[in-house]
């Protein structure tokens, strides 16, 4: 029951967090739309978002958890010492690296976006954006050293909340500075570069009244390099190659993504709608898949180990499913809904849905891609998930070189979805292997009908259920989006209990009414 609160904990502020983060897009929309202005700033953002995107896929915590559990167990003397050593490791390696993105900001940014020397108006804007943002690096590390610590200590809420503090630092400084930077001559743009700064800096300072609380309180250590220090920058290893790879991965689609103006704005505002259903759905179910699957394994029950594996495979696509077909068929309604105000225009949401649509079709594979990854890391196997990111990656970046520049943007998100579907491909083979799973595992008579029930319930909406939607007012909008979404939802499980899946509808909604209830 412990684990079970700790995960509700956990998805509601998580929950909170991205909802705050997509009305956070909804304000940038609105106050910059999609234009070159608003570019410029994600390609600025990128470089100190660097260490965040590493610490999102939980290298850190991977590596920084079990050795401050093992030395906690020994004295909280050891784990204090661990804990402000790295602290301090931490501030004099990402403030070196922070004084030199100040300092070589403008060789960057041509690095990143090399056509943005072309305009030196907008060139000069993100590298002053680059130079706002810098500190962001120092802060948001910290920021995950204490989330680890604290959840550590069974402490989950608050560290899964305080990325929330961020969203809501950018939201009051996009709102409260916009126009104060623009009276004074400066591009109001730098609002978010501020807010930004400031967010990080939130995310880290919310958490330190609890690491006091518990006994961390700060201090300077004995010595800096420990060998349990040590062992965290070891067991990091794995996770930095694959960071690695993906930063190079980054850099190529940012470089062909600038030329296009807006396209780097359209591809960012998509992709926040697809993380949306990731982070509820796949990222909720991989993390139950890691508790159940890696207590039955250390239990030497294969059999249970495999059959705790295979419900969440099958758990991941019942859910994920309707999302895709929600995401896919309703791409434009929900853009327009979402962004469609201030200077995001008609041609922002068709571009922005465009790209949805791309990204809507790689869900199911980023639904077994959270599952899998954390399985291989129950197995002692943490290899492998980062072989099939360099392999994948590696395909990802040569088929967005070799079409981007024949069909647009839009393949820069296809080529997402495309190289996800190899990965999650690749872990799939490996794990039949590595767990003698036979083929039926993953090609069972029930995945087909959630598959039939998916195409049946796309194909109804797209041909009968399409209605007159941008020229009504917004309040007759969000009815219309609301009964579409609806009937998709009763389209899918009228499919599913047509072809005898009387039993995964009845699991879904139990699930849901209690979800329903708690709140």
């Known amino acids: ?72 167990q020994e004295s909280q003397n050891e784990s204090r010492q661990l804990l402000w050593s790295l602290f301090w490791l931490l501030f004099f390696i990402t403030g070196t690296i922070c004084l030199a993105t100040i300092i070589f900001a403008p060789e960057l940014i041509s690095i990143f976006a090399p056509a943005f020397t072309k305009y030196p108006e907008k060139f000069q804007i993100t590298v002053n954006l680059t130079r706002i943002m810098a500190p962001f690096l120092t802060f948001v590390s910290l920021a995950a050293l204490f989330m680890g610590a604290l959840n550590s200590l069974k402490v989950f809420f608050v560290p899964a909340l305080a990325p929330a503090s961020y969203n809501v630092m950018s939201i009051l400084c996009m709102v409260g500075l916009s126009g104060v930077l623009h009276k004074m001559g400066y ?37 800096f390099w420990t060998p349990r220090s040590k062992k965290v920058f070891i067991l990091l290893g794995p996770g930095l190659i694959g960071f690695a790879a993906t930063q190079v991965n980054l850099l190529v689609t940012t470089i062909l993504a600038t030329p296009i103006i807006g396209a780097t704005s359209w591809l960012n505002y998509s992709f ?95 639904g077994l891609y959270k599952i899998w990854v954390p399985t291989f890391y129950a ?47 690749l872990l799939s083979f490996i794990l039949k292997k590595d767990l003698s799973l036979s083929w039926g595992f993953f090609f069972s008579a029930r995945l087909f009908k959630v598959v039939g029930a998916t195409l049946g319930a796309a194909i109804i909406v797209e041909t009968l259920l399409k209605v007159e939607f941008y020229s009504q007012p917004f309040i007759t909008k969000c009815f219309y989006l609301g009964m579409q979404i609806m009937a998709i939802a009763i389209l899918y499980l009228s499919f599913l209990l047509l072809m005898g899946e009387r039993r995964a509808v009845n699991a879904l909604l139990e699930k849901f009414s209690k979800k329903f209830k708690r709140k």
Request: overall charge positive; proline content about 4%; charged content about 15%.
């Open 379 to 425: 197995l002692d196997r943490q290899k492998i998930p980062v072989l099939a990111s360099l392999f994948s990656i590696a395909f990802n970046i040569a088929f967005c070189l070799i079409l981007t520049p024949v069909f647009g943007f839009k393949i820069l998100a296809l080529g997402t979805t495309l190289s996800m579907l190899v990965n999650s491909a």
């Open 1 to 72: 029951m412990s684990v079970i609160r700790s995960t509700i904990k956990m998805a509601i502020a998580t929950f909170c967090s991205r909802i705050l983060g997509l009305v956070r897009e909804q304000v940038m929309a609105a106050y910059f739309g999609a234009s070159g202005i608003t570019d410029a700033f994600l390609v600025a953002y990128r470089i100190p978002n660097l260490l965040r995107d590493l610490f999102a896929e939980g290298a850190f915590s991977s590596a920084f958890v079990p050795t401050f559990v093992e030395a906690n």
């Open 187 to 223: 591009a109001p743009i730098y609002s978010l570069g501020i807010g930004a700064m400031l967010g990080g800096f939130m995310q880290a300072a919310v958490q330190l009244p609890l690491i006091w609380k518990k006994g961390l309180k700060p201090l300077w250590p004995k010595k």
């Open 272 to 366: 926040r709608l697809f993380q949306l259903p990731v982070g509820i759905l796949s990222v909720s179910i991989g993390n139950s898949n890691l508790v159940h699957f890696s207590e039955t394994w250390k239990k030497k029950d294969v059999a249970g180990a495999k059959a705790s594996l295979q419900q969440s495979y099958y758990l991941s696509f019942l859910t994920v499913m309707p999302a895709m077909v929600i995401l896919y068929c309703l791409s434009e309604e929900i853009v327009s809904l979402i962004f469609e105000r201030g200077k995001f225009n008609r041609e922002s949401t068709l571009m922005t849905a465009e790209a949805l649509r791309m990204y809507a079709i790689g869900l199911p594979f980023y």
